[in-house]
């Protein structure tokens, strides 16, 4: 069990430029969750998938945002067009259905949009 | 909505000293209820988790919490702080039924350890 594993771990970016994180669960985790945490706060909850299907996204997630898991594995969190109030740290958490709440989470990618 | 708030940002306490973080959430009905703890450059990790039965859960490293429904709170509690338990703490609470499973998180309770 090596853990939920996100990629970059840090991603400096222009504003208005494009950029997309991985995330791979644990290995036999369906459940995915993305969360987003700016500084001095708790993280806050994006989306969710079970399996391939993103099930539920919150109102945090804009248009520019858009997340996929195509084989029901690892899943990418695309941001289009950047601006600074998207830098965060976004996190990504995994967990079994039948233990939903016992969500395992990665070290996060850092995002800072200049 | 439901909302979670933990009123001490930073706090400070002595090695070997004990240690209480508060927690107080808003929510239609009893959630089911987290702490986590986040170190620099690792993943928030679960100390403990309350569903029902037993108020007083036991988690890892020592850590223990207190639900108490009357007051809407869940406390974090460890006798003696070691120097490692620098970090910062999380409660979060998460629907018992639908919601998605989603957790809501405090802002935190970033703790520091004198040695």
């Not at chain 2, 809407?72 to 003696?80: A, E, V």
């Amino acid at each position: 069990d090596t853990g939920v594993s996100q990629d970059p771990r840090h991603k400096i970016t222009k504003r208005g430029q494009n950029v997309t994180f991985r995330c791979d669960p644990i290995s036999e985790h369906n459940r995915l969750y993305w969360y987003r945490q700016t500084l001095g706060q708790g993280p806050e909850f994006l989306t969710y998938f079970q399996n391939e299907a993103q099930l539920e996204k919150s109102r945090l997630l804009s248009d520019r945002f858009s997340a996929e898991r195509p084989k029901g594995s690892f899943s990418t969190l695309e941001i289009q067009r950047t601006e600074q109030g998207d830098s965060a740290m976004y996190l990504c958490a995994s967990s079994l259905d039948l233990a939903v709440y016992e969500q395992y989470f990665g070290p996060g990618t850092r995002l800072t949009v200049t | 909505a439901q909302s979670v708030t933990q009123p001490d940002i930073h706090i400070t306490v002595s090695e070997g000293a004990s240690l209480e973080l508060r927690c107080n959430y808003s929510y239609g009905a009893t959630p089911y209820l987290f702490w986590y703890v986040q170190s620099p450059g690792q993943g928030l990790q679960l100390l403990l988790k309350y569903f029902s039965g037993d108020t007083l859960v036991q988690g890892i490293k020592g850590f223990e919490a207190e639900f108490k429904r009357s007051q809407s709170s869940f406390n974090l509690r460890k006798p003696s702080v070691h120097w490692s338990d620098a970090a910062e703490y999380f409660c979060a609470v998460g629907p018992r039924e639908g919601g998605g499973n989603k957790l809501t998180f405090g802002t935190g309770t970033q703790l520091k350890v004198e040695l």
